[in-house]
């Protein structure tokens, strides 16, 4: 099967259906088993379900109330990456299971740590990054563009590099911030040593 171009995995993405969209089970509320949405598809990619290891990383953990946010954040992108994963283009070519083990549970969680699943709805980067995680993982590639455009285009839309910057130039600003203070500080110490020897 040819895999779509870009728009028609958008719109694959944001039309996904409410099963892929509910509280995972676990959470207040929960009504989807994230556990048993990703056993069912590695069984319908590789033939034979997860292992009870990798499985075991799709139940909600406990905390208080921030924590079940972070939790309902993290297994609802995990649903929406299951969602993609169904499309039959990558069901055609599914991803090596170190791929989809890496993709699943450690991308996603570095993912839902910086933007919440919400954003999916909202916001078409944030599907485009789901889109192409899903894609490296499968190594498939869209259209008409090459694996070299496909890693620059996934680093321009990628929320876990964009917040790692967007920390480093907080953290050098702050740095440039104590510098200049400390400067401005020896600067009036020297001057008032001045006046006081004068």
């Known amino acids: 099967m040819t895999v779509p171009p870009l728009g028609a995995w958008l ?7 409410p099963a892929f969209r509910g509280t995972p089970v676990g959470l207040p509320g929960g009504r989807v088993s994230v556990r048993a949405v990703v056993s069912d598809l590695v069984e319908t990619l590789h033939g034979e379900p997860g292992e009870p290891p990798l ?13 079940a946010r972070g939790e309902a954040s993290r297994l609802g992108w995990v649903l929406a990456a299951c969602q ?3 499309h039959p283009a990558v069901r055609a070519a599914p991803p090596a299971r170190v791929a989809l083990q890496q993709l699943l549970v450690e991308e996603l969680a570095g993912v839902a740590a910086v933007a919440p699943v919400e954003a999916l709805d909202r916001d078409e980067e944030r599907r485009e990054e789901l ?18 455009e496909a ?18 130039a907080s953290a050098r600003e702050q740095r440039t911030r104590e510098v200049r203070e400390a400067m401005a500080r020896k600067a009036a110490e020297e001057a008032a040593a001045k006046v006081s020897r004068e």
């Open 131 to 148: 889109v192409r995680r899903v894609l490296r993982a499968a190594a498939l590639a869209l259209p008409g563009e090459s694996a070299a």
């Open 11 to 17: 719109r694959w993405v944001a039309e996904r259906p």
């Open 84 to 86: 993609v994963l169904w």
């Open 55 to 67: 499985l075991a990383a799709f139940d909600a953990a406990g905390g208080g109330a921030g924590a």
């Open 151 to 168: 890693e620059d285009r996934l680093r321009q839309v990628d929320s876990v590099e964009r917040h790692r910057v967007l920390r480093a």
